[in-house]
Every structure is written in structure tokens, then in C-alpha cells.
């Protein structure tokens, strides 16, 4: 079993900067991927960025460039650093891991003002 809890969701205005973090606790030693997903309201949850365990990083296309995903050497956080926020990036972010089966963090909000 792992545990995700997130933190450092909030409202910024657009242009503005968040870093959100993700702590992980339980079978971490397993973990084969770490990343985080949003949620805009009446919209599909997707990808925002994923980090494999040989460092392999995917972003989404709407993020690259301002988002930065990164793990601690400790292998328990990883953490997203958002720059450059507009307002589409609004949402509830989700941690996420995987060791042969997906876990969920309870979600963070982000919102973005103009």
C-alpha cells in the first residue's frame, strides 16, 4: 500500500508561480513511476507530467516549458514546480504513483485568476 498526500495548491494570478509537493509513505521501495494529473471542472482528468524510475520525464505539450516535475533523492516526493500559470491551467491536482497498481492522492486545488 502506498499513501499520497499532497500540498501547496492555492490561488495565484496568472503569470504567478506554485509549487505544489506530494509525499509519499508505505511501499515506496516499489514505486515505478511518480508524477501528478489535474482535473478542470466537467473536463477528463489528464496527464500533467510522469517521472520513471530511470529519470524518463513525459510532459504534456499544454505544459512544457513552464512546469518542472522532480523527484528528492529520498524517492518519497516529488514535487511540481509551476511557472508561467494561465488561467486554463485551473484545477484539482492529483498525485500519482504506481507500482503495478495506481494510487491517487486526495487532490489539491489550483486556480488561476486574471
Known amino acids: 500500500q502506498v499513501q499520497l498526500v499532497e500540498s501547496g495548491g492555492g490561488l495565484v494570478q496568472a503569470g504567478g508561480s506554485l509549487r505544489l509537493s506530494c509525499a509519499a509513505s508505505g511501499s515506496i521501495f516499489r514505486l515505478d513511476v511518480m508524477g501528478w494529473f489535474r482535473q478542470a471542472p466537467g473536463k477528463q482528468r489528464e496527464l500533467v507530467a510522469l517521472m520513471n524510475r530511470s529519470g524518463r520525464i513525459d510532459y504534456s505539450d499544454s505544459v512544457k516549458g513552464r512546469f518542472t516535475v522532480s523527484i528528492a533523492n529520498t524517492q518519497n516526493i516529488v514535487d511540481l514546480q509551476m511557472n508561467s500559470l494561465k488561467l486554463e491551467d485551473t484545477a484539482a491536482y492529483y498525485c500519482?504513483?504506481?507500482?503495478?497498481?495506481?494510487?491517487w492522492g486526495q487532490g489539491t486545488q489550483v486556480t488561476v485568476s486574471s
Open positions: 500519482y504513483a504506481k507500482t503495478g497498481r495506481p494510487y
